[in-house]
């Protein structure tokens, strides 16, 4: 089977999305307790990094156009400065774009945004 999924990896792939869609609905209250990231790493552990990609990209698809625009020039090491100036806006709306990018990712540093881009095979990364 060259290029083509089994059966297998497929419901394996859903049953995946499905569970991590019930655990972003415990996360939908700021989860206090960490619960969600918690459960986010024990799929990680348990089932692989298959797990994350699932989620990296079920994540990324959560960005507005402009979002994406804006994590894109952050995790290529861009400040909200930056980024203002290159997209026309100011400092403070990029500042806000980050965040809600960063809110949707579930990312709470650059670094964790940087890795969901590359688990979700995400062209935000530019290439030297």
Known sequence: MTGSRNLKDLSLELA??????HFQAIAADDDPCGLYAAITEWL?????EEAMRVEAKRLVALLTSREKQVLELTVNGHSSKEVGKLLGISDRTAEIHRSNAYRKLNARSG???IRIAI??????LTKP
Not at 44 to 48: D, H, N
Not at 119 to 124: E, F, K, N, P, Q
């Open 16 to 21: 995946i999305a499905e569970m991590i869609k």
């Open 44 to 48: 990680i552990e348990s089932l692989g």
């Open 111 to 113: 670094a964790d945004a």
């Open 119 to 124: 688990y979700a095979g995400s062209d935000l």
